[in-house]
């Protein structure tokens, strides 16, 4: 894909954070955002500034928790827009604290936000996408989709998944013309941790939503499949695993209680 001139782009989270960013930065550049979170009354606020500017935005209020809803969003979408050109999957949360402390309910909705909903959403439109020839999408996880880390067992849990997914994909799709990419940023200076329930410090050093919607556009524009947020995060996920054994017992000396 060389521009995103006139390109659907249907996002997710589009609420708040990177995904507000995305709307904008894709609304800019010719696109047509369609916007997807529960709060149906902020995306409307974000749509309504995006066509003041002079562009076009969609919205459509779901919970991506209830695949009833999920479903209920692939067909209106399918009736009033038809396949997207870019989707991209960057609703996610998680907790921060111990994995006893967390119930039933609250691991289910977290696999079903970070990796039930996005691989439900592929599998809606993938088939339209490799039909035209083209297309491409976007999952964002985390640096903790490649380290896990203790305090966010089933957030990591869910995001290895994802990558895990979105890896696979992208070898089946090989020649198809549609692209699949993975975004892994580290701690973004967003909601993320209102979202959820956060019992221990904040980290100190964030992201911003810009610098993650440059790298999602940019990984699409350069056709790369992994990029991280800063990318020396990257870099810190491969001496992770290069150091096998000694990694895992340095998170185990870093976070003894």
Known sequence: MTSFEGKLVLITGASSGIGRQLAFDFAARGARPVLVARRGDRLRLIAAEIRQRGSWAGVISCDLAVASQRQSLIEQVDTEFGTPDILINNAGFGHYRLF????????????????????????????????????????????????????????????????????????????SGVTVHLVNPGPVDSEFFAAGVWEGSKPHKLVSPQQVSDIVQSSILKDRLIAYCPPTRGLMVYVFNLLGPLGRWAVRRKYRT
């Open 100 to 175: 006893v402390r967390e119930n039933p309910a609250e691991i289910s909705r977290t696999l079903e936000v970070n990796y039930t909903a996005p691989a439900h959403l592929m599998s809606a439109f993938l088939p339209g996408m490799i039909k035209k020839g083209s297309g491409a999408i976007v999952n964002i996880s985390s640096g903790a989709g490649k380290v896990a880390l203790p305090f966010m067992a089933s957030y990591c849990a869910s995001k290895f998944a994802l990558c895990a997914l979105t890896e696979a994909v992208s070898y089946e799709l090989s020649g």
